[in-house]
């Protein structure tokens, strides 16, 4: 198929007038041209969770001038609060990055652009130019002599042939132009629980070669790293003596938010103008103490054992079918521009939990549907992703109501700070025998 540059000039070419071989032609009725339709489409970079405006771009999968299909991976980026590949929404060809791993992304705007390939347009006629009037004629086409017609035919290969080398030689300068373009750049694989012990260790994760699956950095690899770079330290020559501090003199250290705590800090100071009241109470768990203790003895052996928060959540879920305002949000009504409570029939629990990313509350789905055993099963496959740093969009979205536990840390009380877009939270204390 030839370019549009082709078939125009092969167009003008063949027009009206033009003679070929001494003899001149009429127009060429039914010439006709399709050209493929291209469209470099930005493709903007979605919403993967409340509240979250921009994310930081962990690794590209795919380079400019890279062939994508629909739902092909295109880059990891890592929001405030979980890791989320993010895949293409069309078929075609990558032609540009906007960021470079480790750029801050932000949400609704275009981080790449896919030359997009159409079909091709409708194939229409190209328009005669108007002829004098002649009178009717019979519908025999006019005979031509043999050796005008194969003059005309060498006339027309010249001119084929001339086209296509233009053509060639104009595919073989952007070819080149095209391998000249800087690539995208590759971060290094590894997740986000691993790059928060590089930053804890004050380790560059680009020098590690990762031994995990596609060359992934692990936990492991840079412990290793770490130890054999102390190793090639020479004995005595320690970390640089720190200047001597002048007595009586403050001295500050400026240190870095991670994206977590900087999320965090915003989240939590958005939380402080919802009005809060604070009631403390002390529940006797005596009976439950037995119950768990009869319950486990039953469950097969090498099965987890259960804990006393998924009996606590569950009673949270029933607790709230009798006072269903506390599963509710405010809003604003649009009609009257008044406050107003939504109500909401699932019990969507948060549960609070202690990362290497930092605080972040995965939410358990429609507590009021489900047994002990299975709240159980759940918390423990979200505390497994959020220690490995994978949780999802859909595990952070969506809570009713949300439960803090600060007494694995052996704290009696506590006043936690209410979530967006509810309207309480249960803070939980030590148990004492």
Known sequence: ????????????????????????????????????????????????????????????????????????????????KASVEITSRFAGTVKKLYYEAGDMAKVGKPFVDIDIEGGTAPTEPT?????????????????????????????????????????????????????????????????????????ELQVDIAEISGTGRDGRVLKQDIYQFVQQRNARQPQGQGAAPSPPRPQGQQMETQVQLSHTQ??????????????????????????LV?????????????DAKLSYLPFIIKAVSLALHQYPTLNARVDVDVKSGKPCLMMRSQHNVGVAMDTPQGLLVPVIKDVSSLSIATIATELARLQGVAQAGRLGPGDLSGGTLTVSNIGTIGGTYLSPVIVEREVAILGLGRLER
């Open 1 to 80: 198929m030839l370019s549009s540059g082709a078939c125009r000039l092969l167009r003008r070419q063949l027009a009206v007038g033009k003679t070929l071989a001494g003899r001149t032609w009429g127009a060429p009725k039914w010439f006709s041209q399709s050209r493929r339709l291209y469209a470099a489409k930005p493709v903007l970079l979605a919403d993967i969770g409340e509240g979250i405006v921009e994310c930081e771009v962990i690794q590209w999968f795919v380079q400019p001038g890279a062939r994508v299909e629909e739902f092909s991976p295109l880059c990891e980026v890592q929001s405030d």
């Open 127 to 199: 328009a005669a130019l108007p002829e004098a009037k002649a009178p009717l004629q019979p519908a025999t086409p006019p005979s031509m002599p043999t050796e005008s017609l194969g003059d005309a035919q060498t006339v027309l290969k010249a001119v084929l042939e001339a086209v296509l080398a233009r053509e060639s030689t104009r595919d073989s300068t952007r070819g080149e132009l095209e391998q000249g373009k800087p690539q995208g750049k590759m971060a290094t694989l590894a997740t986000p629980a691993v790059r928060h012990v590089s930053r």
């Open 262 to 287: 900087q999320q965090m800090f915003k989240t939590m100071s958005r939380s402080l103008s919802i009005p809060h009241f604070v009631y403390a109470d002390e529940v006797d768990f005596t009976r």
């Open 290 to 302: 037995g119950l768990r203790a009869r319950l486990n003895n039953r469950m097969a052996h090498g």
